[in-house]
């Protein structure tokens, strides 16, 4: 395994508010290897957009990418650097 870091952006769109209690478990077991987070909750739409910016390894970011896509109503895209 490598040492090595990268810079991950995280789009998550919560479709469903009451899966937030699983979205906000999980990005908080991620807690130590995020930089910064902002959400947003897009009343007119129904819909909460939350993005996260990660310093941590692949497997991190795809292991929390990975938890979020298995919650129902939650879709999420990554882009890392």
């Known amino acids: 395994m490598s040492n090595t ?3 991950a952006v995280i789009a998550i769109l919560i479709e469903d ?3 937030s209690d699983k979205v906000n478990s999980l990005l908080h077991q991620y807690g130590d290897k995020i930089v910064g987070r902002m959400g947003i909750p897009y009343r007119e739409k129904d819909v ?3 993005s996260v910016v990660m310093d941590a390894s692949m497997d991190d970011i795809n292991s929390l990418s990975g938890g979020l896509g298995r ?3 939650v879709r ?3 882009l890392s650097a």
């Open 17 to 19: 508010v009451s899966v």
């Open 48 to 50: 909460n957009i939350i």
């Open 76 to 78: 999420v895209k990554v």
């Open 5 to 7: 870091t990268k810079i």
């Open 71 to 73: 919650i129902p109503k």
